[in-house]
């Protein structure tokens, strides 16, 4: 009997035709990530998806032959987990996949910050040519922390090390050998806010995650640091941010997630020519859409024939 397999959002071309090749699988594509056809979900085995498709219990309660959803992402947040073990539905994801893109993307906002591209951009767009108006920090010599030092933030460890930057990290779940392995001192979250020059931000979005930098933890950071956060909006209170980069708290901040996305157009956020924002572009490499749907055509493949 054939699995059949509902491919609810973009796949790659090439490892749909590599699941296509095996006479067990049978690939049904559904044009809207949010809407799926029913006369296909409540026969399919596997759900191949990424973030726009959320799985909640009444979903899952349709889908009666469901045993194995795979997001192409690394997070799992549009995902019920509680719901899916409930209905004994595995769930996996590619978080190898977005190692490179999102550290990569990281370092696009670090340095647009640093060195104000995004303003010297729109002056030199409105015709404007002041090289008085542009003035950036090296990053040599400064200090980069890392407030989760998993997949992603040790990509991005490496990269400052490179710069010629000391690295710090706050990440009480990860190995004393991964932090000896990339020579980063493990420090407490307190002092990563102290010392840091960049601080950035790299991890799940978890209730202990959630607000993690507030109101209370502006007060410890030095004035003029750097900001950013490609990890999940929920990590920052964004009323609370924007009360720090009123009060001069910040030289400047980089953000690819936000608490409410789309980012709302009436958002205080879009007002300061110093805070660079991406529309959650972290993961979108045509490398990374590649490797993760690969990966998971992999561990489809694995699970059903195993
Ligand atoms: P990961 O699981 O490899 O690393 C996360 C790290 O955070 C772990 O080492 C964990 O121990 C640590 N951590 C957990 N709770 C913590 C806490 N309270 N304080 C400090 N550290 C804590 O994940 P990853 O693949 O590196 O991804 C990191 C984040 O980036 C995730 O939120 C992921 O969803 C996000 N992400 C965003 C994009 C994007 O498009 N912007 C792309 C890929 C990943």
Same mark, same amino acid.
């Given at each position: 009997?054939?699995?059949?397999? /509902?491919?609810?959002?973009?796949?790659?071309?090439?490892?749909?035709?590599?699941?296509?090749?095996?006479?067990?699988?049978?690939?049904?594509?559904?044009?809207?990530?949010?809407?799926?056809?029913?006369?296909?979900?409540?026969?399919?085995?596997? /759900?191949?998806?990424?973030?726009?498709?959320?799985?909640?219990?009444?979903?899952?309660?349709?889908?009666?032959?469901?045993?194995?959803?795979?997001?192409?992402?690394?997070?799992?947040?549009?995902?019920?987990?509680?719901?899916?073990?409930?209905?004994?539905?595995?769930?996996?994801?590619?978080?190898?996949?977005?190692?490179?893109?999102?550290?990569?993307?990281?370092?696009?906002?670090?340095?647009?910050?640093?060195?104000?591209?995004?303003?010297?951009?729109?002056?030199?767009?409105?015709?404007?040519?002041?090289?008085?108006?542009?003035?950036?920090?090296?990053?040599?010599?400064?200090?980069?922390?890392?407030?989760? /030092?998993?997949?992603?933030?040790?990509?991005?460890?490496?990269?400052?090390?490179?710069?010629?930057?000391?690295?710090?990290?706050?990440?009480?779940?990860?190995?004393?050998?991964?932090?000896?392995?990339?020579?980063?001192?493990?420090?407490?979250?307190?002092?990563? /806010?102290?010392?840091?020059?960049?601080?950035?931000?790299?991890?799940?979005?978890?209730?202990?995650?959630?607000?993690?930098?507030?109101?209370?933890?502006?007060?410890?950071?030095?004035?003029?640091?750097?900001?950013?956060?490609? =990890?999940?909006?929920?990590?920052?209170?964004?009323?609370?941010?924007?009360?720090?980069?009123?009060?001069?708290?910040?030289?400047?901040?980089?953000?690819?997630?936000?608490?409410?996305?789309?980012?709302?157009?009436? =958002?205080?956020?879009?007002?300061?020519?110093?805070?660079?924002?991406?529309?959650?572009?972290?993961?979108?490499?045509?490398?990374?859409?590649?490797?993760? =749907?690969?990966?998971?055509?992999?561990?489809?493949?694995?699970?059903?024939?195993?």
């Amino acid at each position: 009997m054939k699995k059949k397999i /509902l491919v609810t959002d973009r796949f790659a071309q090439d490892s749909y035709l590599f699941l296509q090749q095996h006479a067990q699988f049978e690939l049904v594509r559904s044009d809207h990530p949010q809407h799926l056809p029913l006369e296909h979900l409540v026969s399919a085995n596997a /759900l191949l998806i990424r973030s726009r498709t959320l799985i909640n219990e009444e979903l899952l309660k349709k889908a009666r032959q469901l045993q194995l959803i795979i997001t192409g992402t690394s997070g799992f947040d549009h995902i019920d987990l509680e719901a899916t073990q409930k209905w004994g539905v595995t769930v996996m994801h590619t978080p190898s996949a977005n190692i490179e893109s999102a550290a990569q993307l990281t370092w696009g906002l670090v340095l647009s910050c640093v060195n104000n591209i995004q303003q010297a951009h729109k002056m030199m767009k409105a015709g404007e040519w002041r090289r008085d108006a542009i003035t950036g920090i090296e990053l040599k010599g400064r200090t980069y922390g890392i407030v989760g /030092l998993g997949r992603i933030g040790s990509r991005v460890a490496e990269i400052a090390q490179a710069f010629g930057m000391t690295v710090i990290a706050y990440d009480p779940y990860q190995e004393d050998d991964v932090f000896a392995r990339l020579k980063v001192p493990r420090l407490s979250y307190e002092e990563v /806010l102290k010392t840091a020059d960049i601080l950035s931000f790299h991890v799940p979005k978890t209730l202990e995650t959630e607000h993690m930098l507030n109101r209370s933890q502006f007060e410890y950071i030095h004035r003029g640091i750097v900001l950013i956060n490609t =990890s999940r909006g929920s990590v920052i209170n964004e009323n609370d941010l924007v009360e720090a980069i009123e009060n001069g708290y910040l030289r400047a901040v980089g953000l690819d997630v936000f608490e409410k996305e789309p980012l709302p157009r009436t =958002s205080n956020l879009l007002n300061y020519p110093h805070v660079v924002l991406t529309p959650h572009i972290g993961a979108n490499t045509e490398d990374a859409f590649f490797k993760a =749907s690969q990966v998971a055509a992999n561990k489809l493949m694995a699970f059903f024939n195993d």
